[in-house]
Every structure is written in structure tokens, then in C-alpha cells.
């Protein structure tokens, strides 16, 4: 499975595959991964916004 197809997994984007196996650990996992790659995205966003629009705004 690729990463991109598994991040879109965690985000919602695109369904699962109902033939993976599943089990109490997994779910956990994939909520940690889903819960660090959406603050990963949020710090992004405001850095993109401290860096580059704010001195647009500035001037």
C-alpha cells in the first residue's frame, strides 16, 4: 500500500480497504497518525501565514 493512498485513508478522503485486517491497536494507531498529520498540517498553515502574508500585509 502506498503512503498516499494511507493518508488518505486517515483523512477520511478515501475509504478503507474492507478486507484489511483490523483490531483494537490499529485503530488506535491510525488515530495517532490521523491526530499528528492534522497538527502537522495546522503548524504549516500558520508558518505559511507568520512568514509570507503577514509581511505582505505589512508593507
Known amino acids: 500500500m502506498g503512503i498516499w493512498k494511507q493518508i488518505l485513508e486517515y483523512l477520511y478522503i ?3 480497504d474492507p478486507n484489511a ?17 492534522l497538527l502537522f498540517l495546522i503548524a504549516l498553515l500558520i508558518m505559511l501565514f507568520k512568514l509570507v502574508i503577514l509581511p505582505l500585509i505589512k508593507k
Open 21 to 37: 485486517e483490523r483490531n483494537q491497536y490499529t485503530k488506535y494507531m491510525h488515530g495517532m497518525n490521523r491526530i499528528s498529520i
Open 14 to 16: 478515501k475509504k478503507r
